[in-house]
């Protein structure tokens, strides 16, 4: 008696958390689900490289070295993993927004954007600030990449200072 009254007990919890999870899942429809896995901001050098070798440890130190040298870094790419599900009919993008500040505190505002081909569903995707556009920004404080199919946000991520 005592334990079927415990197996009773325990179904009784588990039904509000499953029929909320359930919920959940039947409100969000398959063909807008997507989202940021990923996003790696690199600097970029004179040759346009993150790196000086193909290994993981070296681009981390060669970012830190470009980090401490900062006249010898010409751009800044966003490399950003998405995850969509898969919809023919969609028409996706990655937008990257960025704070900086500019000279004498001015506060600067920047968006990148590309247009994913269709048929995609998991890959990386780069967006690049260089040229007179990364020289006249000043310093980038925070930003935001998101990720969008038509006109809906379907994934986003964000760096602390956002």
């Not at 807008?32 to 681009?59: E, Y």
């Not at 600030?129 to 998101?146: E, N, P, S, Y």
Request: aromatic share 10%; charged share 20%.
């Amino acid at each position: 008696m005592r334990a079927l009254l415990i197996l009773l007990f325990t179904l009784g919890l588990l039904v509000p958390v499953y029929a909320d999870v359930a919920g959940h899942a039947a409100a969000a429809p398959a063909a807008k689900a997507g989202k940021v896995i990923k996003v790696l901001p690199l600097w970029l050098d004179q040759q346009g490289r993150t790196a000086t070798s193909p290994s993981l440890f070296d681009r981390d130190a060669y970012q830190f070295y470009l980090l401490n040298h900062t006249n010898e870094i010409s751009a800044i790419r966003y490399d950003v993993l998405w995850v969509v599900a898969q919809d023919p009919e969609a028409k996706l993008r990655v937008r990257a927004e960025l704070r900086g500040v500019g000279n004498a505190g001015v506060p600067k505002f920047k968006t990148l954007e590309t247009a994913i081909p269709p048929g995609s569903c998991k890959q990386w995707t780069s967006l690049t600030l260089d040229g007179d556009d990364f020289k006249q920004f000043g310093a980038i404080v925070a930003w935001r990449v998101t990720l969008w199919n038509h006109d809906d946000q379907i994934g986003e991520q964000q760096s602390f200072l956002w």
